[in-house]
């Protein structure tokens, strides 16, 4: 029995049970899906993803009464006013080596607000 994601090899996608993935050729199971492809992950997931993460960055312009784009529209990789910095799928350059280095939005006061 078939459970989660339409997957190729799903009955109801009508391909039969050994379909691969779209992306890269190996058996598109639900785990390969999710987790495995790396093709999937920079595209699909990627947007599925920004698309959550757009709802915070949403809220944020509002409350720092920044603007807002439109939801066809790219987002900027920063904002700011007098009172913030927001920033947007950015890489940040960090002292310590640390393996992920871009956070989805960061709001910062600018140093000058800091005292
Ligand atoms: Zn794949």
């Known amino acids: 029995m078939y459970t989660g994601l339409p997957t190729r090899p799903h009955p109801a996608m009508g391909r039969g049970p050994n379909a691969g ?3 890269c050729g190996l058996p598109e199971t639900n785990e390969h899906v ?12 990627k947007q599925l993803h920004d698309s959550s993460v757009r709802k915070v960055y949403d809220g944020l312009c ?3 009464d920044l603007a ?4 066809d529209q790219p987002v900027p990789v920063v904002q700011q006013n007098a009172h913030v910095e927001l920033y947007w799928d950015r890489t940040w350059v960090t002292e310590a080596q640390i393996r992920f280095t871009k956070p989805d939005v960061i709001d910062q006061k600018p140093c ?3 005292t």
């Not at 999710?34 to 997931?45: L, V």
């Not at 807002?68 to 939801?71: L, Q, Y």
């Open 21 to 23: 993935c779209r992306y």
């Open 34 to 45: 999710a987790t495995g492809c790396n093709k999937f992950k920079a595209s699909i997931m």
């Open 62 to 64: 509002i409350k720092y």
């Open 68 to 71: 807002k784009t439109e939801f």
């Open 112 to 114: 000058s607000s800091n």
